[in-house]
């Protein structure tokens, strides 16, 4: 509980000739001043703790979604990658196949 200014000043005036001076503000220095200057119980502790465990494991699932979701994009470019590759190599063998038969039908015309 945070003692009251009315509090904390009684209580030096009677304190600091029995103690000093400095003394008396050391021992009022160990009292809360304010409400938020209140110590941390372990109950709020475990229960802070409890909800940051509940939405780091929101934050795994999510993650592990978002991970899912870009390996199968991943996976749909790869296929697609494939197959242009694929499309590719077709046209330029057959390009070099044609190329070579009118170099073929020109050398033939020629000689």
């Keep these: 509980m945070a003692l009251s200014e009315k509090h904390r000043s ?10 000093g001076e400095e003394e008396a503000e050391a ?10 200057d209140q110590p941390v119980t372990k109950e709020f502790v475990r229960a802070e703790l ?4 509940a939405e780091m ?3 795994k699932a999510e993650l592990r979604s978002d991970i899912a979701a870009q390996r199968t994009d991943t ?3 790869r296929a697609e990658l494939y197959d ?5 190599t077709v046209w330029m063998a057959g390009a070099l196949v044609a190329g070579m038969g009118v170099a073929t039908g ?3 015309v020629i000689h």
Excluded: K
């Design 10 to 19: 009684s209580i030096y005036v009677t304190l600091a000739p029995m103690l």
């Design 27 to 36: 021992l009022l220095s160990q009292f809360p001043a304010r409400e938020l």
């Design 106 to 108: 020109i050398a033939s």
């Design 57 to 59: 494991a929101d934050m």
């Design 50 to 53: 409890s909800e940051v465990r």
């Design 84 to 88: 242009r590759l694929r499309q590719q």
């Design 75 to 77: 996976s749909a470019l």
